[in-house]
């Protein structure tokens, strides 16, 4: 007689901790010992989310300080920041903005219908349409949007340990500044290993779109010694050039440099910006759009 597998607790108004099945394999919310009141998404076994239920303001990875400084020290033209995140996990970061700017109006993407709906459930995030989680593949999703409708879109979809290519090519990038209104942002968390080689092609395909560039990652992942994240960012105004904002990178727990667009085009100068045909042809580049991770 086969074994009845048993149910994860059902989280009710609140989160639970326990392994949940969703869509694309199984998530497992944990509670975090370090905080009060801290939880852990992990998405087949991969810690994807962290989420500080009393404190919004508290973003327990790197990179996402990185983004949100980025963000907060940028002159917007439209006092309402209008964003847009592709890829969902806890929706940590866009439950930063909407505490940092309370007037914002934030999509969030997610691949995953059954993680969105208990992400919904367990956190406290604000109701549409100060904040609306639209369940969708994250290109197809972008290539529906008004141009200009955007002050900030930012990509954080994982398959496995990688972005899908198809999120990473011009095609997709030039979707993403068609999108953006003047002086948006676009900013990418890259996964990369110590060669560098995705954060290298990813500079130049957004270097290829937009005039101004701008990377944000620890020293030791800049020289190679380590795997880890990279963030990216595009504008077609200048962008990361604030004093404070290097200030407040060095001060962090693990301390980011900023590149300017000079150094990030010398950076990605031998790598080519990759393009919808080169998906084609090459097998290494095709990756199944399942967002598994924000982290």
């Not at 948006?184 to 130049?204: F, H, M, P, Q, S």
């Amino acid at each position: 007689m086969a074994r009845k597998k048993k149910q994860a607790p059902v989280a009710e108004g609140g989160p639970v901790a326990g392994k949940y099945e969703i869509y694309t394999g199984t998530c497992e919310l944990v509670r975090d010992t370090l905080t009060a009141n801290g939880w852990t998404i992990e998405v087949n076994g991969v810690p994807s989310s962290h989420i500080d239920m009393d404190d919004p303001s508290q973003l327990d990875f790197e990179y996402m300080r990185a983004m949100a400084g980025l963000v907060r020290h940028h002159s917007f033209s439209d006092t309402r920041l209008r964003a847009l995140h592709l890829g969902g996990g806890a929706c940590t970061l866009a439950r930063y903005f909407a505490a940092e700017y309370p007037d914002a109006r934030q999509v969030v993407v997610e691949l995953d219908g059954k993680l969105a709906e208990l992400v919904r459930e367990w956190f406290d995030l604000p109701r549409a349409p100060l904040l609306r989680i639209r369940v969708g593949e994250a290109r197809a999703v972008t290539e529906t949007l008004t141009a200009d409708s955007r002050d900030l879109i930012v990509r954080d979809v994982f398959a496995g340990a990688v972005t899908p290519a198809s999120l990473a090519t011009v095609e997709f990038t030039e979707h993403v500044r068609r999108v953006l209104a003047p002086g948006g942002i676009y900013v990418v968390n890259c996964g990369d290993t110590r060669d560098l080689t995705l954060a290298k092609r990813e500079a130049a395909t957004i270097g290829s779109i937009f005039p101004n560039t701008v990377i944000i990652a620890d020293p030791a992942m800049l020289k190679g010694r380590r795997y880890g994240n990279v963030v990216i960012a595009g504008c077609d105004v200048p962008l990361g050039e604030e004093p404070a904002l290097a200030r407040e990178l060095l001060g962090g727990g693990v301390p980011a440099q900023v590149w300017l667009d000079e150094r990030v085009r010398a950076f990605a100068r031998d790598s080519k910006p990759l393009r919808d045909s080169d998906l084609q042809n090459d097998s290494e580049l095709q990756n199944d759009p399942e967002p598994q991770r924000d982290t």
